[in-house]
């Protein structure tokens, strides 16, 4: 059985230099609870990899068919050495119980802002789901990329009347 925890990771954690997520198609709700099951064992049959991996989570998606991983690491060295030295034999387990799971890429982030915007901060409201945006812009210009996501916080920091749901 899978374990499902409910606590939801700390992305304004101070001790986390690099936020990895990645994709995973697995085409069916059935082909999902079996990759969970596999990541599952693959994670619990080994050791904590190292200090430096701060969280690990796993989210299924509503429909079934992908699967998103969020790890947290000290620093990209930290999860380069892992990905050299142990992912190998994970990735191994897992693909040899479900050989059709597919993994659609890796996304490496830095945290830019501190923590959520205000309207985020009331203790009543709690988190149900997680949503994940992409926005690709022409380059890879930082200032434009930061401008973007001030410009996000400050519109959901003036709206006098947050979505119903929505943090």
Not at 104 to 119: H, I, K, N, Q
Not at 123 to 147: K, L, N, W
Request: hydrophobic share 35%; aromatic share 8%.
């Amino acid at each position: 059985m899978t374990a499902v925890v409910h606590t939801l990771p700390r992305p304004n954690r101070t001790d986390v230099g690099l936020a990895a997520f990645s994709r995973w198609h697995v085409g069916s709700p059935e082909r999902q609870s079996a990759t969970l099951e596999a990541i599952a064992r693959a994670w619990r049959s080994r050791p904590w990899p190292t200090p430096d991996l701060r969280s690990y989570n796993l989210y299924a998606s509503n429909d079934g068919r992908t699967l998103m991983h969020y790890s947290q690491w000290a620093d990209e060295r930290a999860l380069r050495d892992f990905q050299r030295d142990q992912r190998d034999e994970r990735l191994e387990e897992i693909f040899a119980a479900v050989p059709e799971a597919e993994r659609l890429g890796l996304g490496l982030y830095t945290r830019y802002r501190g923590g959520a915007p205000e309207s985020a901060n009331d203790p009543a409201r709690h988190a149900g789901c997680i949503v994940t945006v992409e926005v690709e812009f022409v380059d890879s210009d930082a200032e434009r990329q930061r401008a973007w996501v001030d410009a996000v916080y400050t519109a959901l920091d003036s709206d006098p009347k947050p979505h119903p749901g929505g943090i």
